[in-house]
């Protein structure tokens, strides 16, 4: 009954390093989220993609970029990892009638 | 204004009580509105739509009120089981057009029902 994974449940890695979050949905749905979410914060829209090769910035995108290549996968990078990028991420992919989760990437930065 | 507020709680409730979460939104233009459940360190996951005549499922209740940008759920009965954080979510069309509509998150009710 899989639908959204995420590449790793927890993640570390130091400051200054290349980090890819990956994300792979099987429920054949063109958009395809990635927020983080903070104490005190709720949940904040990083990017997103709503088909492949495309991608916008979401509310928080500075740090981050994403790639799109196959309609099921959707990549998020931190070209040079800082710790204030230490958070929950959380891959979403949604479709007419179906809105799920990836169980999410706890990702420490030290 | 925040996109979506909420009372962030914790919501202190005992076992068999009825509970009632509110939300605002501020995006006129918002044209779907959600509740999702998210427990302790894990996802979100979707509770229920939200329509404008109101829905039911079991002991939930959401309503919609388009006019206030007003959203509210239900909870009857409440079960040890419904301790959780109640996310309001609210689809906010993108700017760009882009086609993707995407989901505004208030940051959460805390619930804690108690025996």
């Known amino acids: 009954d899989v639908k959204v994974t995420q590449s790793s449940r927890y993640l570390v890695k130091r400051t200054g390093e290349k980090v890819f979050l990956e994300c792979v949905q099987d429920m054949d749905h063109e958009n395809m989220f990635w927020y983080r979410q903070d104490p005190g914060l709720g949940l904040r829209l990083i990017y997103f993609?709503?088909?492949?090769?495309?991608?916008e910035k979401g509310d928080i995108p500075e740090g981050y970029s994403v790639s799109r290549e196959k309609k099921e996968r959707f990549s998020l990078i931190l070209e040079s990892a800082s710790t204030n990028q230490t958070s929950m991420y959380l891959c979403?992919?949604?479709?007419?009638?179906?809105?799920?989760f990836g169980p999410g990437t706890r990702l420490t930065v030290l | 204004r925040k996109e979506v507020e909420q009372d962030p709680g914790p919501f202190n409730v005992p076992e068999g009580a009825t509970v009632a979460f509110n939300c605002t939104y501020s995006?006129?233009?918002?044209?779907?509105f959600f509740w999702y459940r998210q427990d302790c360190r894990k996802e979100p996951k979707l509770l229920m739509s939200v329509y404008s005549s109101g829905n039911e499922d079991g002991r939930f209740t959401a309503q919609l009120n388009r006019a206030s940008q007003y959203i509210s759920l239900l909870i009857r009965d409440s079960k040890l089981s419904d301790s959780a954080t109640y996310l309001c979510?609210?689809?906010?069309?993108?700017?760009?057009?882009?086609?993707?509509?995407?989901?505004?998150f208030g940051k959460g009710t805390h619930l804690i029902i108690q025996p």
């Open positions: 995006n006129s233009a918002s044209q779907s």
């Open positions: 979403a992919s949604i479709g007419q009638d179906t809105q799920y």
């Open positions: 993609s709503y088909d492949v090769k495309m991608k």
């Open positions: 979510v609210v689809n906010v069309p993108f700017r760009s057009g882009g086609g993707a509509d995407g989901l505004t």
